[in-house]
């Protein structure tokens, strides 16, 4: 080990390097035996070059480089929903159609779901995992007992499983309770037994008040149909129990008790920004498009282009889809816009407002057949003669 000392420390500062670098520098002279202050600045040096090697150079088309290197390799994707992490039981939409999701940065996913991490206390122990289950799965009617219908007696008659109401927790007083509140019914308890009836004799209100009764959930969250708990191995090899839902509620499930709030995830990208905002949902954004990319084995694609994706969604502080109804249709010249869809809609109420294109941006000059404004073609050259003994003119 090898101690900082005010003049290493001072070596390190006096580079250009961000924060993150410079602590890294830190880290690896901290663990290396006898370093001196020349292999110190040496080691500075060295990663500064590195650092501003890697940069883009100025007037580099950066989002053109990003579509190639995303777009290019997207087209090996195939279109199928796969099976979500080894988690046979719940299906997950992969592929091109969840990348599409994405970009479009769609309401609701078509397969939403969540991976909910637990706190130290419930995470070891199965049972205590299970408390957590119960609290976020929707328990309905069916999975607490029977039913059974009396039309001769318009009554609708609840049998309850006592092993089902002791391991979700659950009384029969409050299973009573829950449908009176819900039904505006009357109910006639005895044990486990559940009774109850439409105020006046109908067939088509008893069989109503068995629908409305299959649809009532008396424990959970209504937006999470099934939750499927698995022993898995972190980072620090150590095994806990994580839960992986059917369906997506992130705001509810991050308050109930037991739960990591601070790892549990939603492939839901609106309800993270809802609750977490923008920065979250921009790195939620991130994550996703590179877990579907490497899902397809497509991992050779650098999170820079995928983190530029995500800056241009969310910088005005929500998030935009790339399309004409987001980012791509909301651009200040009129030749963009028309050039990516409807494209006479754009032209005549541009024309109808007397709208000017500045023609500032790569599209519009290929259009108009002029230089565009990156690399060389931004530079204006001007060649002037100089006569013997003139200074050179501006």
């Not at 979700?168 to 829950?178: F, N």
């Not at 579907?292 to 969310?314: P, Y």
């Not at 502080?317 to 004409?324: K, L, N, P």
């Not at 494209?343 to 290929?366: F, R, W, Y």
């Amino acid at each position: 080990m090898t101690e900082v000392t005010d003049d290493m420390e001072a070596i390190v500062e006096d580079t250009e390097l961000p924060r993150r670098l410079k602590d890294e520098v830190y880290e690896t002279i901290e663990s290396r035996d006898g370093i001196s202050v020349e292999q110190v600045d040496e080691i500075a040096r060295a990663v500064e070059t590195r650092y501003f090697n890697t940069r883009v150079d100025p007037l580099d088309p950066v989002g053109t480089v990003s579509a190639q290197s995303i777009g290019e390799p997207g087209t090996q994707m195939t279109m199928n929903t796969f099976h979500y992490a080894g988690v046979a039981e719940i299906d997950v939409t992969q592929g091109l159609p969840r990348l599409i999701e994405l970009v479009d940065a769609r309401k609701t996913p078509d397969t939403p779901m969540m991976t909910v991490h637990l706190d130290d206390e419930h995470a070891d122990n199965r049972e205590r995992a299970h408390e957590v289950v119960w609290q976020i799965e929707a328990t309905k009617i069916l999975a607490l007992g029977d039913i059974s219908t009396n039309v001769a007696d318009m009554i609708v008659s609840i049998n309850l499983n006592e092993d089902t109401l002791e391991e979700r927790m659950i009384t029969p007083d409050e299973v009573a309770g829950i449908i009176e509140d819900s039904l505006g019914v009357e109910t006639n308890q005895q044990g486990t037994v559940i009774e109850f009836g439409p105020d006046q004799p109908s067939y088509r209100k008893l069989l109503q008040l068995v629908e409305e009764l299959r649809e009532i959930v008396f424990k959970g969250i209504e937006d999470i149909t099934r939750v499927v708990i698995r022993k898995e191995k972190m980072d620090d090899d150590s095994e806990e129990f994580v839960l992986y839902t059917e369906g997506s509620a992130f705001g509810d499930v991050i308050e109930i008790d037991g739960v990591d709030a601070s790892r549990t995830t939603s492939n839901n990208i609106h309800e993270i920004y809802r609750n977490l905002g923008v920065e979250a949902a921009r790195e939620a954004i991130i994550e996703e498009t590179m877990d579907t990319l490497e899902e397809q084995g497509l991992d050779d694609v650098n999170v820079r282009h995928l983190m530029l994706v995500s800056d241009i969604m969310t910088n005005r502080g929500t998030i935009e889809s790339i399309g004409r109804h987001g980012i791509s249709g909301s651009k200040e010249s009129v030749l963009a816009r028309a050039a990516f869809e409807v494209t006479v809609n754009h032209l005549l109420d541009a024309a109808i407002h007397g709208e000017i294109d500045d023609l500032n941006g790569v599209i519009e000059n290929v259009i108009v057949g002029k230089p565009i404004k990156l690399g060389t073609g931004d530079v204006d050259l001007r060649m002037g003669s100089v006569s013997r003994g003139a200074e050179p003119s501006d």
